[in-house]
């Protein structure tokens, strides 16, 4: 008799067991002993620009299928701003070994350390390469400053009667963009008027405000206020014209300035991380990618997919440093 009610009572166990497992949604650590290493508890996804920038809003169309798909228990984007994502990577170095955190870097981090001489890029393990985003220049919708021939000639006439901005740093891409901007109607670099904001999203607030002259940033950010008839798109820093929506845009090319400006986006990962931890990072990637609504934030953000996979990023990031600080040494930008 007590056999059968401890048969009766596992049957109950198993039961319910089955039924929670049924009921419940997995999480990322009860999948752990189904294949491999996952992280457990809070993952922290480092950003070294402000909040609603294009940085911020990769970073996040990230988080939200991790955390939908249930690769991770919860992920946090950490937003910490200043010295070209610099601050943000040296934090994400210094977590070496920790598979619990992850980090976006943009061209503007490769050119800030190619800049100082750093060897910060060798701290950091770039696990997947997304995409390559054009950037534009635009203006608020009532300035004197119709099309790119309209700040050539002011350049032209005054080196600094222009005033741009564009996120990030001093001496970023969209820094350089800016000088050879001036550099094709002879204006020289130190007498372009610059300033710098945390993100791409201020820096089109800046020119809808009639604040700054020419914002120079990410399709992404300008696009809203240029669609709601706040700003007035100048041009597009591409070898040619985007299609769709874009199509009807002139590049910077075409309006007599050879400029192209695009600005990569990578996830990195600290150095340290075990084959798995890559391992598990590298097929959640993967499962971002095909994610319906990953490609629907692309769209809408004007971004193409180019992905470039580790371990093919370390040399592709290494020639993107030596290629930055090669045209920084001509720019005289080194420090």
């Not at 607030?205 to 120079?216: E, K, L, W």
């Amino acid at each position: 008799m007590g056999r059968w009610r401890t048969a009766g009572l596992a049957g109950a166990v198993i039961a319910a067991l089955l039924i929670r497992g049924l009921g419940e949604p997995a999480r990322a650590g009860d999948q752990q002993s189904a294949g491999g290493w996952q992280p457990r508890g809070n993952v922290e996804f480092v950003v070294g620009a402000g909040a609603g920038g294009e940085n911020d809003r990769v970073a996040r169309s990230i988080q939200q299928v991790l955390t939908k798909e249930h690769m991770v228990d919860s992920m946090t984007v950490l937003n910490r701003p200043g010295a070209g994502q610099i601050i943000a990577m040296n934090y994400l170095a210094d977590k070496r070994g920790d598979g619990n955190e992850i980090g976006l870097v943009s061209g503007s981090f490769i050119n800030a350390v190619a800049r100082k001489g750093s060897t910060l890029t060798k701290q950091l393990t770039p696990l997947l390469k997304l995409f390559d985003a054009y950037q534009c220049y635009f203006t608020n919708v009532d300035s004197r400053f119709k099309t790119m021939k309209d700040v050539s000639d002011s350049l032209k006439a005054d080196p600094s009667s222009v005033t741009f901005a564009f996120p990030v740093g001093l001496g970023s891409p969209l820094h350089i963009s800016v000088v050879n901007v001036g550099k094709t109607v002879g204006a020289p670099a130190k007498k372009l008027v610059t300033v710098v904001f945390d993100s791409g999203a201020d820096v089109a607030a800046q020119a809808a405000g009639n604040h700054i002259d020419v914002g120079v940033t990410s399709l992404g950010s300008a696009m809203p206020l240029i669609l709601a008839g706040k700003l007035r798109m100048l041009g597009i820093a591409a070898p040619e014209r985007q299609a769709g929506e874009l199509a009807k845009y002139p590049t910077l090319r075409e309006q007599g300035l050879n400029v192209i400006t695009a600005n990569p986006y990578t996830v990195v990962v600290p150095n340290g991380l075990t084959a798995e931890q890559i391992a598990f990072w590298q097929h959640a990637l993967d499962k971002v990618l095909t994610d319906s609504d990953f490609k629907r934030d692309l769209v809408q953000n004007f971004w193409t997919l180019q992905p470039l996979r580790y371990p093919a990023t370390i040399k592709w990031m290494q020639d993107d440093y030596d290629e930055n600080r090669a045209i920084l040494a001509q720019l005289g930008l080194l420090q």
